[in-house]
C-alpha cells in the first residue's frame, strides 16, 4: 500500500561556477520539495527518512550536499511519497527513496539510499513523479510510467502497480508530460492534452468526475505548450499566453484563469498556483495561509495576484501539502 506523507527535503542540480542561492536553469517542485539544475550535477538537503536525499544514508541535512554518482543530469522530478528521479543526458533515468510501491522502477519494493538506474528505459526526454508513481517521456513519443496503480494513473487499462515501465496506453505523438498526485497528464503534438488515473474532483478535464484507466483527451483545449499537474488539479498555457484550470476548486473542464496574459509558464501546487509571464513577473492564487501567494499578505485569493519583489524571473516551481477534500 502506497503512502503520502508530510515530508520535506530539496533537490538542487547547479553549475560549480554558481552559489547555492544564485540562478539554476530549471526548477520543479513537488509536496515539500524544490529541484531545480544547471550542469549537471545534483544537489540535496532536508528530510532524509527515505533515503530521498540520495547520499546512502537515512540522515536529514541542514546545508545542500552533493548526490554521488549523479553528472550530466538534465532533469529531475520528486514524488509526494518520498521518492527522487533524475534524467540524464544520454537519455537513462535514476531513481531513489521510497520504493513500496515499485517507484524506482528497478523491479523490486527495496528502499534506495542512491540512485539506481530504472530497468530498460533508454531514449527518454523527460520525466514526472506524482504520489507513488513516475512515468517518462520516450524520444519516439511514448510514454512509460511505474508505481502505484490504485486509481489507473499507469494509463495500461489495469489498476495494478507495476516495479518496471510499462507503455501507457494509446498515446504516441507527446512532447510534454505532468503528474498530479494521483493522476497524469501529457501534450499530444497536436498540442491537445490528455490524462488519466484519479478524476474525484474533474482533474483530468473530460467534463466528469469517473475515474480513467486509459487516458482521454480534455475537453476544450487545444493549443497547449505547458502543462502542469498539482496533486488533484492541472493547470496549462495555451500558446496565446492564456492560462486554464481544472480540478479542485476549478471545474471538471477547463476553464480561463481570469485577468492572465502574457502566460509563459505555469505551476499547480495543492491549494495554490502559480503563472509565469513573459515580463519576469510571477502571479499566484488560491490558499494564502502561509504566504504562498507572495503577496504580503495570507489571504486567499480567487484571481491571480502579483508576486512582490520578483522581477526577471526565468522559472518557477510549487510545492505544498495535499488539500484537505471534503
Do not use: C
Amino acid at each position: 500500500m502506497s503512502r503520502i506523507v508530510h515530508r520535506l527535503w530539496i533537490l538542487l542540480v547547479l553549475s560549480l561556477t554558481f552559489s547555492i542561492t544564485s540562478y539554476a536553469s530549471r526548477v520543479a517542485a513537488g509536496q515539500h520539495v524544490l529541484q531545480a539544475l544547471s550542469d549537471g550535477t545534483v544537489w540535496t538537503w532536508g528530510q532524509n527518512d527515505d533515503g530521498q536525499l540520495g547520499d546512502g544514508t537515512i540522515v536529514p541535512h541542514a546545508i545542500p550536499q552533493q548526490v554521488p554518482g549523479l553528472t550530466s543530469v538534465i532533469a529531475v522530478a520528486a514524488g509526494i511519497g518520498g521518492h527522487s528521479a533524475a534524467l540524464k543526458g544520454d537519455g537513462t533515468v535514476w531513481t531513489w527513496g521510497f520504493n513500496g510501491d515499485g517507484e524506482q522502477g528497478d523491479g523490486t519494493t527495496i528502499e534506495r539510499h542512491s540512485p539506481v538506474q530504472v530497468n530498460g528505459l533508454t531514449g527518454i526526454t523527460a520525466i514526472a513523479a506524482g504520489g507513488s508513481h513516475i512515468f517518462a517521456l520516450k524520444n519516439d513519443g511514448t510514454v512509460w510510467a511505474w508505481g502505484l496503480n490504485d486509481n489507473g494513473q499507469l494509463g495500461n487499462d489495469t489498476k495494478t502497480r507495476s516495479l518496471t515501465p510499462i507503455q501507457v496506453s494509446g498515446l504516441t505523438g507527446i512532447t510534454a508530460i505532468a503528474a498530479g498526485a494521483l493522476h497524469s497528464l501529457a501534450v499530444k503534438n497536436n498540442d491537445t492534452v490528455w490524462a488519466w488515473g484519479d478524476n474525484s474532483v474533474g482533474q483530468l478535464g473530460d467534463g466528469t468526475t469517473t475515474q480513467r484507466l486509459t487516458p482521454v483527451q480534455a475537453s476544450i483545449l487545444t493549443g497547449i505548450t505547458a502543462i502542469s499537474g498539482g496533486p488533484v488539479s492541472s493547470l496549462a498555457r495555451k500558446s496565446d499566453g492564456t492560462a486554464w484550470a481544472w480540478g479542485l476548486d476549478a471545474t471538471a473542464t477547463p476553464a480561463q484563469v481570469s485577468g492572465l496574459s502574457g502566460v509563459i509558464d505555469v505551476a499547480a501546487g495543492g491549494n495554490h498556483r502559480l503563472a509565469l509571464k513573459s515580463d519576469g513577473t510571477v502571479q499566484a492564487w488560491g490558499s494564502n495561509l502561509f504566504g504562498q501567494l507572495g503577496n504580503g499578505t495570507q489571504l486567499d485569493s480567487l484571481t491571480p495576484v502579483q508576486a512582490i519583489g520578483v522581477a526577471g524571473a526565468i522559472g518557477i516551481a510549487v510545492g505544498g501539502v495535499l488539500p484537505v477534500l471534503r
